[in-house]
């Protein structure tokens, strides 16, 4: 089974703190993708990765920086954290052979910013 | 543009019931289409996939899904519903490269 693994299921950060989000997959997929989830609005892309040190911005990637210095990690940065990202993060994986590979995703990781 | 729509933000249905969940998209080429289920507190699960052949698909825990290129539709069903069907779902749509434009989702709440 593919796995995908965030390293906190929940996360509480001060206003201004630098928080780190991390997603591991064990199935050797070149792409990650790091959504933010709202009730509402759905999955919103923040930033996707094709390949180690290779980053593309999504949707929404103002406050954000991504790190993938190996294949299969990719790391989510909230430089300095503001209430406005209180949100639930979803890490997802997928592979590039062929058109019709699905994203898997992690668990989640909710973060409240006070 | 391309986009992802779901009609029902929530849906009600007694357990034995059938269901139908709603989507329609909007993309110029050929759709790469699908629907996840997310169970409170996990992350999201794929439930079926379309791409080609076939204008029904079937999935997973006895969900299927009828694809019309005439109606821009992708719409999710089920002949009997469980009480542990209640969840989050959400259709896809696959476009350039590897990125997904997902719908805003549809909540299932399943009565006894």
């Known amino acids: 089974d593919v796995k995908v693994t965030q390293s906190s299921r929940y996360l509480v950060k001060r206003t201004g703190e630098k928080v780190f989000l991390e997603c591991v997959q064990d199935m050797d997929h070149e792409n990650m993708f790091w959504y933010r989830q709202d009730p509402g609005l759905g999955l919103r892309l923040i930033y996707f990765s094709y390949d180690v040190k290779m980053k593309e911005k999504g949707d929404i990637p103002e406050g954000y920086s991504v790190s993938r210095e190996k294949k299969e990690r990719f790391s989510l940065i909230l430089e300095s954290a503001s209430t406005n990202q209180t949100s639930m993060y979803l890490c997802?994986?997928?592979?590039?052979?062929?058109?019709?590979?699905?994203?898997?995703f992690g668990p989640g990781t909710r973060l409240t910013v006070l | 543009a391309q986009s992802v729509t779901q009609p029902d933000i929530h849906i009600t249905v007694s357990e034995g019931a059938s269901l139908e969940l709603r989507c329609n998209y909007s993309y110029g080429a050929t759709p790469y289409l699908f629907w996840y289920v997310q169970s409170p507190g996990q992350g999201l699960q794929l439930l079926l996939k379309y791409f080609s052949g076939d204008t029904l698909v079937q999935g997973i825990k006895g969900f299927e899904a009828e694809f019309k290129r005439s109606q821009s539709s992708f719409n999710l069903r089920k002949p009997s519903v469980h009480w542990s069907d209640a969840a989050e779902y959400f259709c896809a749509l696959k476009t350039s490269y590897d990125k997904v434009i997902f719908g805003p989702g549809t909540s299932l709440s399943v009565i006894p």
């Open positions: 997802a994986s997928s592979s590039s052979e062929g058109p019709y590979n699905e994203q898997f």
